[in-house]
C-alpha cells in the first residue's frame, strides 16, 4: 500500500557529495526497515546501507564499499529516509533505490535486495571522473 518514492539523484564530480531521499508516508515509526541499493546496467542491486528501528533503537549498517563515506538516517516522523553520500567516486555509479519491510522487535536491517518487499522506481547518480 505504501509507495516509495527516491529523489536527489544527480551528475556530480568524483570527491563531491550527493544527499538522496526516501518518501514513504505512513511507514511506521518502529518495527520496520529501510535499505538503500544501488545497480548498474547489466548488474545485479547492491546493498549500500540499511535503517531499522527496534527493541534498540536505529541501528544503520553500511557496505564495506560505502563505509565512512555515506550516512543513512530516518526523519522523525519516519516518512522519510535519508541517504548522505560523501567522497563520491566513480564506482558509486548507479541507480539507487530505496526498499521498506516489517521486522520484529529484535530484528536487524539487512544488506540483501530479498530482505525487503517494498521498493522505489530509483534515482540515478552518476559519478564523473
Known amino acids: 500500500q505504501v509507495q516509495l518514492t527516491e529523489s536527489g539523484g544527480d551528475l556530480v564530480q568524483s570527491g563531491g557529495s550527493l544527499n538522496l531521499s526516501c518518501r514513504g508516508d505512513?511507514?511506521?515509526?518502529?518495527?520496520?526497515?529501510t535499505g538503500w541499493f544501488r545497480q548498474s546496467p547489466g548488474t545485479g542491486r547492491e546493498g549500500v546501507s540499511c535503517?531499522?528501528?527496534?527493541?534498540?533503537?536505529?541501528?544503520?549498517a553500511y557496505s564495506e564499499a560505502v563505509k565512512g563515506r555515506f550516512t543513512v538516517s530516518r526523519s522523525i516522523d519516519g516518512n522519510t529516509v535519508y541517504l548522505e553520500m560523501g567522497r563520491l567516486k566513480p564506482e558509486d555509479t548507479g541507480r539507487y533505490y530505496c526498499a521498506a519491510v516489517a521486522i520484529s522487535p529484535r530484528g536487524r536491517c539487512e544488506l540483501l535486495p530479498d530482505f525487503y518487499h517494498r521498493w522505489g522506481l530509483g534515482t540515478q547518480v552518476t559519478v564523473s571522473s
Open positions: 535503517i531499522e528501528m527496534g527493541e534498540s533503537g536505529s541501528r544503520p
Open positions: 505512513g511507514l511506521p515509526l518502529e518495527n520496520y526497515a
